[in-house]
C-alpha cells in the first residue's frame, strides 16, 4: 500500500515533464496525432464535426450573454 500517493504522483509528474522537455515540437506534434489517429479508430465519428458537438454549449453561452445584457440594461 502507498501511503504517500500525493508524493507518488508528485514524482509521476515531474518525470512527465521532464522527458516530455526533452522532445522536439515535431516528436510532441507526431505523438498527439498518433493518438488522435488512436481515438479514431475507438470512436470513428470522434469529433467529425466539432461545431456540431459544442453547439449546445455555444447557445448556452449567448442565451447567458443577452440575458447578462438585459440584466445590465434593468440595472442601467
Do not use: C
Not at 508528485?10 to 522536439?24: A, G, I, M, P, V
Not at 465519428?45 to 461545431?51: C, G, M
Not at 459544442?54 to 445584457?69: M, N, P, S, V, W
Amino acid at each position: 500500500m502507498i501511503r504517500r500517493p500525493d508524493l507518488v504522483e508528485e514524482l509521476e509528474n515531474r518525470y512527465k515533464r521532464e522527458e516530455y522537455s526533452k522532445l522536439t515540437y515535431e516528436d510532441k506534434l507526431g505523438i498527439f496525432l498518433e493518438l488522435r489517429a488512436q481515438a479514431r479508430l475507438l470512436n470513428p465519428t470522434y469529433a467529425a464535426d466539432w461545431r456540431r458537438q459544442i453547439q449546445h454549449k455555444i447557445e448556452t453561452a449567448r442565451t447567458f450573454h443577452e440575458l447578462a445584457k438585459l440584466e445590465a440594461d434593468k440595472d442601467g
